[in-house]
Every structure is written in structure tokens, then in C-alpha cells.
């Protein structure tokens, strides 16, 4: 069974400083790792898509990591608004292509 | 380009009662799948339509059930609701069958 565990469940950081939340997972089979921001009581948006170990994808103060065991999600010199949940998701090969989800990192950036 | 699209925003229902929720999906997208979000967790995965067929389905009960019109729209039904089906019901539309889902802004549904 498809699994995936994020890392920490909850991140307070000042602006400015910079961290990385991490997804571990197992799956038969990756055919994409995918990251999602959430703001509360909204549907996820979407960040980045991750097909193979060593992929690298960047957007404004993300940049997105994936190994054959885990993803990081970097952010760099984050600003308040940067404040969610970060959820990541694994779809494994074959023709189920469900999506399996951590139960995110709620990250808060202070001022 | 218009977005994926869901209403209710919000719903109330009393257990035992049943409900029907509506999805848009985004414009060119025939796939729909449908997830079921409880607070402090993780989207899970309910089931999947494919140009109005079943492609997959999540360990949900036969009482959860779902439709794909022509227009790729899509209807979530849950029958006999109980208490725990009170969750935040997210649609996601992609392009045949899988890679990206992009995610409506959901439903939340309290089932008291």
C-alpha cells in the first residue's frame, strides 16, 4: 500500500529564514510526487509535479527536491504569506491514478 | 480558463440523511476524482471518472457513489450519512485520467 509521511507536522519560522519540510514515501512504482498548498478552509492549490529521482523544480521561494525515497520542499527567505499547509502526494503506475496524501506540514511564518 | 467549480460551499444534514454534491470540472479536463478531507488530515481518495466511467475507487462504502454527465461535470452522492462523513469534500479535475489534478475549493459538509 501506498504511503507517505511529511515532516514536521508544524513549522514556525521567522521571515527571512529559510528551512525545508520533508515527504517520505513508499510506492509501487512512482509515476509523479506532487506538491499542493492549502490555506484553510480552501482546496489544494498546486506547486510542483516530480517524475524522477534527482528533478528539481523552483517556483518564486520554493524550489522542490525529489530522491528515491523522499521530496524536500525548500523555502528561502520566506514572508508571511507563505503561511499554509503543505501537503505532498505520490501517484503510483497503473490505471488507478489516485492520488495518496500526507497529512501535511502547517508551516507559519512570523513577521 | 475557467477553474474546477463545486457547490455547495457549505452544508448541514442530519445522519441518515443523504446528499448530493456538484462539480465543474476545469475546461478541456474529462477526468474528475473526488476526496474526502477530515480536519488535521490528508485528502482521501473516493473514487475517479473517466469520460463518465468508474476508474478507480478508495475504501469508501457502496453508499458513496458518483456520476460523470456528458459535459464532465460530476454528482458525489452519500447515502445514510453518519457522523463521520462530516469532512471537507474536495473535486479535482486532469486531463485523461492522471498526472496533474487541479483542486476546486470544496465542500464542506457537517453531519450532526
Known amino acids: 500500500e501506498d504511503q507517505v509521511t511529511q515532516s514536521p507536522e508544524a513549522l514556525r519560522l521567522q521571515e527571512g529564514e529559510s528551512s525545508s519540510l520533508n515527504c517520505s514515501y513508499t510506492?509501487?512504482?512512482?509515476?509523479?510526487l506532487f506538491w499542493y498548498r492549502q490555506d484553510p478552509g480552501k482546496g489544494p492549490e498546486f506547486l510542483f509535479t516530480?517524475?524522477?529521482a534527482g528533478e528539481e523544480k523552483e517556483k518564486e521561494r520554493l524550489k522542490a527536491t525529489l530522491t528515491k525515497k523522499e521530496s524536500f520542499l525548500h523555502i528561502t527567505a520566506p514572508k508571511p504569506e507563505d503561511s499554509a499547509t503543505y501537503l505532498c502526494?505520490?501517484?503510483?503506475?497503473?490505471?488507478?491514478?489516485?492520488?495518496?496524501f500526507g497529512k501535511g506540514t502547517l508551516l507559519t511564518v512570523n513577521p | 480558463e475557467t477553474g474546477v467549480t463545486q457547490s455547495p460551499t457549505h452544508l448541514i444534514k442530519t445522519r441518515g440523511q443523504q446528499v448530493t454534491l456538484r462539480c465543474s470540472s476545469q475546461?478541456?479536463?474529462?477526468?474528475v476524482s473526488w476526496y474526502q478531507q477530515a480536519l488535521g488530515q490528508g485528502p482521501q481518495f473516493i473514487f475517479q471518472?473517466?469520460?463518465?466511467?468508474?476508474?478507480g475507487r478508495g475504501n469508501f462504502p457502496p453508499r458513496f457513489s458518483g456520476l460523470q454527465f456528458p459535459n464532465y461535470s460530476s454528482e458525489l452522492n452519500v447515502n445514510a450519512l453518519e457522523l463521520d462523513d462530516s469532512a471537507l469534500y474536495l473535486c479535482?479535475?486532469?486531463?485523461?485520467?492522471?498526472?496533474?489534478?487541479?483542486f476546486g475549493p470544496g465542500t464542506r459538509l457537517l453531519v450532526l
Open positions: 479535482a479535475s486532469s486531463s485523461d485520467h492522471g498526472e496533474t489534478q487541479y
Open positions: 510506492v509501487s512504482g512512482l509515476r509523479g
Open positions: 516530480l517524475y524522477s
Open positions: 502526494a505520490v501517484q503510483a503506475g497503473g490505471s488507478n491514478y489516485k492520488l495518496t
Open positions: 475546461s478541456g479536463h474529462n477526468t
Open positions: 471518472y473517466y469520460r463518465e466511467e468508474e476508474n
